[in-house]
Structures are given as structure tokens and as C-alpha cells.
């Protein structure tokens, strides 16, 4: 069977990528990454029930936890606040963590070489985000360049982003048509007992679920 490395955080968007993943009939290594941020456990308790739910044998939880000694980000760095009440649009909001997706698609990588991947899935979302630099196509299509050249060359693997140029209703909607368990799934970038409603993340999930005319399961405070 063909493989595909999925890169699941425990959001949304990520698990929705591994539903497609299995639809499209791959065996599914899943990966996680610690990078000591604010809702890290109930990330990582997600990301373990999503695994469940899709029955992955194979799965990566890595530490790296270096992202948050280099800092620059309010969801690793306690002394910066995260944004509230309102979408950023223009400018790149602290929580932007900086060349995140570059860090975790190198190691992805070398994990996709390692166990044969023929594709890797990662949930970036280029057109209704709060801007971060490292989710636009562009980028994911030099970083599967740099991958295929810096790996054996018996080796190619496709960088897949099936929801790249959707917005968050587009996305619920096909989740919810895809039977993707969202109630599994944590977007708040702050609190981990109940989403606080009102960061970023939220704002974006919420909108996506009003736009998609869908309740969200998951408790809000």
C-alpha cells in the first residue's frame, strides 16, 4: 500500500487532511510535534484520538521544543499576549511562530525517506488565515523542491495541500461531508479546558462553522 506522512497537530485542518489521506487510499504515518506551546497536551491528546479514530499504527510525537528557545511567538513566549477580538488581515500577528512549517517539513522529510512516503499532507490554509508567510503555496512548493534535492535520489515525495486555497467555511463543510470528527479537534491557541472564543484560531473555526450553517461541538467559555 502507499504511504503518506500526515502532519496532524490536533487542529481542524490537519485532521481533516488525514481523512483525505485514507480516502485516497494511504496508509497513514502520522506526525506530531511538541514545541512546549500554550495548549501543547490537549494538542497532543487530539492528535492521539485522532490517530485512534483513523486506526494509525504508526506515529511520531516529536520534542521540539528548541522552536520555543528561539521564541519570537505568543504561543510559546508567556510574556507576550495573544491577540484578541479581531482578525488580523494586513499584518502577521504575534503568533505567527516564525518558519514553523519550514522546521517541521524538514524533519517531515526525513521521515517521509525514511519509511518510503510517496506524499506528504499538511493543512496549511494560503487564503483565509491570519497571513502567516510559511502556509502560501509558493512556499510549500520550494520546500518540496528542497526536500526532493537534499534526500537520496531514489527517493520523491509530493507535498500535498488539499485545503490550501479554501476558506474556513469551505473547509467545515467538507470535513462534516467527510464525516471528519471535529470534536476531536482544538483550534484555541490560549486555553486548554475550554476554547476561549476570541483568539485568532477561534475567530477563524467559529466563522467557519457559522459560514458552513454548522454547530460546533467542541466548549467554549
Not at 11 to 25: I, N
Not at 202 to 213: E, H, S, T, V
Request: neutral net charge.
Amino acid at each position: 500500500m502507499k504511504k503518506a506522512l500526515c502532519i496532524i497537530s490536533g487542529g481542524m485542518d490537519s485532521t481533516l487532511c488525514a481523512y483525505l489521506a485514507k480516502k485516497e487510499g494511504y496508509e497513514i504515518i502520522a506526525l506530531h510535534f511538541d514545541y512546549n506551546q500554550r495548549t501543547m497536551q490537549k494538542e497532543k491528546e487530539c492528535f492521539n484520538k485522532i490517530c485512534e479514530k483513523l486506526n494509525i499504527k504508526t506515529k511520531y510525537i516529536l520534542d521540539v521544543s528548541f522552536i520555543a528557545n528561539i521564541g519570537g511567538s505568543s504561543l510559546t513566549d508567556l510574556n507576550l499576549e495573544i491577540p484578541k477580538e479581531k482578525l488580523h488581515e494586513k499584518e502577521v500577528p504575534n503568533t505567527y511562530v516564525p518558519f514553523r512549517n519550514g522546521i517541521f517539513l524538514s524533519i517531515a522529510g526525513a521521515i517521509a525517506e525514511k519509511e518510503k512516503c510517496e506524499s506528504i499532507f499538511i493543512g496549511v490554509v494560503q487564503d483565509d488565515s491570519s497571513g502567516y508567510p510559511d502556509c502560501s503555496h509558493n512556499f510549500i512548493q520550494k520546500a518540496k523542491e528542497f526536500i526532493n534535492e537534499g534526500t537520496n535520489k531514489s527517493f520523491k515525495v509530493d507535498i500535498k495541500t488539499p485545503l490550501v486555497h479554501l476558506n474556513k467555511g469551505e473547509i467545515v463543510t467538507l470535513a462534516l461531508k467527510e464525516k471528519v470528527a471535529l470534536e476531536y479537534t482544538w483550534s484555541c491557541y490560549e486555553r486548554e479546558d475550554k476554547a476561549c472564543g476570541k483568539c485568532d484560531s477561534c475567530l477563524l473555526r467559529l466563522k467557519g462553522f457559522q459560514n458552513a450553517k454548522a454547530k460546533d461541538l467542541i466548549d467554549y467559555i
